[in-house]
């Protein structure tokens, strides 16, 4: 395939097919070949395929570059979406038993706008049923593994996206974000992703429970995953915008970020608290990621909004209690979500909270912090995520618990990217957060940006150059 690499970045790719240096034809090809090779009995990141209809649109793409015809800014770009978004004519389960023979007549609006972008949509990628595990694996298609260690998990619940990233299996990917869902499996696997602010994105489509996907739910967001920043900011531009209900009378205008260099930025550093301790390695390369980005010329000092650890996590489980009610059982559902008094309640007490951010962003740029409290850990196949128990520094920690470093950005609604800083001793991959005021999703991929230039980035895992 010409001098262009499939692990190359989405911008790098565009650039490339509109220059015609390579074909979309040529590059589907490609990801195809890479996927029977190095995923069907390995990785097992891409559970569903189109070839047909891919080749076919992207011959078309092909053709009317030919042609010399407007094209869009992901003109020709093969991508895949996580299984729990629906896709027209192509199988969308959400990891589900119920929903295997699931075929969706029509995109969600998400998926849509990448297709009227230019993008080929060619296949599926793996997730836990209902999204519902910090590991990737279900009865359906079985377990997905970390490209950097097959005894690792990738993440959950985007981990089969954020694998098919780090291998190399796809041009970008559009993920799910409840608690962390496409920034612990970017974390996991080295690669990047943004979870937007809450409502930026059109999140319908969703694929949590049978006959889903028609409303809002709320705390999800539909976030890009790419192998650069860069690629984050073309994602976003494609598909922030309102839900086409809406757009008959709304527009989404994402504010440009004004932020240029580290010089000068003021960056905070809320890396540990007694309400989620994280891996001591871990703490270690967050400390020096944080170093090196005040050596580059930031401000950088420890400080957080003065809001408690515990108080975020709290109203977070008390929304997801509501939110996910649906996948469950009637009698489940019932007991967990409580009343609808309650849930107005806690929507009062997360905008305050969000007021408080509000406030304290006024001193500070971004916020960095952890993304799960430890690196990838090994696969546990032999109990679900509520009886599942991880070791952090010694103690036992709750499989839940791990992510709350995650799961308090989804509680205030914020913008978040998760960029890669570096590989543990064990070459495990682990990234930080970089959390930005309420819609200032730009600043916070162009910190994530500067942050790769001079702390970590994607690399391309051992045998999947």
């Known amino acids: 395939m010409s001098g262009v690499k499939a692990t190359a970045s989405a911008v790098e790719l565009t650039a490339a097919l509109r220059s015609k240096e390579i074909s979309s034809r040529e590059l589907l090809e490609t990801y195809l070949d890479r996927i029977e090779r190095l995923d069907r009995d390995g990785v097992n990141a891409v559970v569903t395929l189109d070839p047909d209809r891919a080749r076919d649109a992207a011959t078309a793409a092909d053709d009317a570059l030919a042609r010399g015809d407007p094209v869009g800014s992901l003109h020709g770009l093969p991508v895949t979406i996580k299984d729990a978004i629906e896709t027209e004519g192509m199988r969308s389960t959400g ?17 849509a706008q990448l297709k009227s972008a230019g993008a080929v949509v060619f296949g599926k990628t793996n997730l836990p049923r209902w999204c519902g595990d910090a590991q990737t694996r279900n009865e359906l298609f079985g377990t997905t593994t970390n490209p950097w260690s097959a005894a690792h ?11 098919a990233l780090a291998a190399g299996f796809t041009g970008a990917e559009l993920g799910t974000d409840i608690g962390g869902s496409v920034r612990a499996p970017a ?14 994105v059109p999140n319908l ?12 739910t709320d705390l999800n967001v539909f976030g890009p995953m790419a192998r650069s920043a860069a690629d984050l900011d073309l994602l976003l531009s494609v598909l922030a915008g309102p ?13 440009q ?10 960056i905070a550093t809320w890396f540990d608290d007694e309400g989620c301790p994280i891996d001591s390695e871990y703490r270690v390369m967050l400390r020096r990621a944080a170093d090196t980005l005040a050596d580059a010329g930031a ?4 400080g957080h909004p003065d809001v408690g650890f515990r108080e975020q996590v709290d109203l977070y489980t008390q929304l997801v209690a509501a939110a996910v009610s649906p996948s469950l059982s009637d009698d489940v559902a019932e007991q967990i979500s409580g009343t609808h008094l309650a849930w107005l309640r806690r929507d009062e007490r997360r905008t305050a909270l969000r007021q408080r951010w509000a406030e304290w962003f006024e001193g500070f740029d971004v916020l960095l912090a952890p993304a799960l409290c430890i690196p990838p850990f090994e696969h546990n196949l032999t109990t679900d995520m509520t009886k599942r128990v991880l070791s952090v520094n010694g103690e036992l920690r709750s499989a839940f618990e791990i992510s709350h470093w995650l799961m308090i950005v989804n509680a205030t609604s914020h913008p978040a990217v998760a960029v890669p800083i570096g590989r543990t001793a064990a070459g495990l991959p682990v990234g930080t957060q970089i959390i930005a005021p309420y819609l200032q999703d730009r600043r916070a991929i162009r910190v994530a940006q500067l942050v790769s230039e001079v ?4 690399d391309v895992p051992p045998g999947f150059e």
């Open 257 to 266: 970020s004004t932020v240029t260099s580290l010089t000068g930025l003021r």
């Open 95 to 111: 990891g589900a038993v119920e929903l295997a023979d699931h075929v969706p007549s029509a995109d969600a609006p998400a998926v």
């Open 205 to 216: 489509g969703y694929l949590d429970h049978v006959d889903g996907g028609t409303t809002r």
């Open 455 to 458: 702390v970590g980035g994607y």
């Open 243 to 255: 839900s086409p209900d809406d757009a008959v009378a709304w527009r989404v205008e994402v504010p």
């Open 187 to 200: 974390h996991c696997c080295g690669v990047f992703a943004l979870k937007p602010t809450y409502g930026l």
């Open 153 to 163: 998990v990738p993440g959950g619940s985007s981990g089969g996206a954020a694998a």
């Open 299 to 302: 401000c950088v000092e420890d």
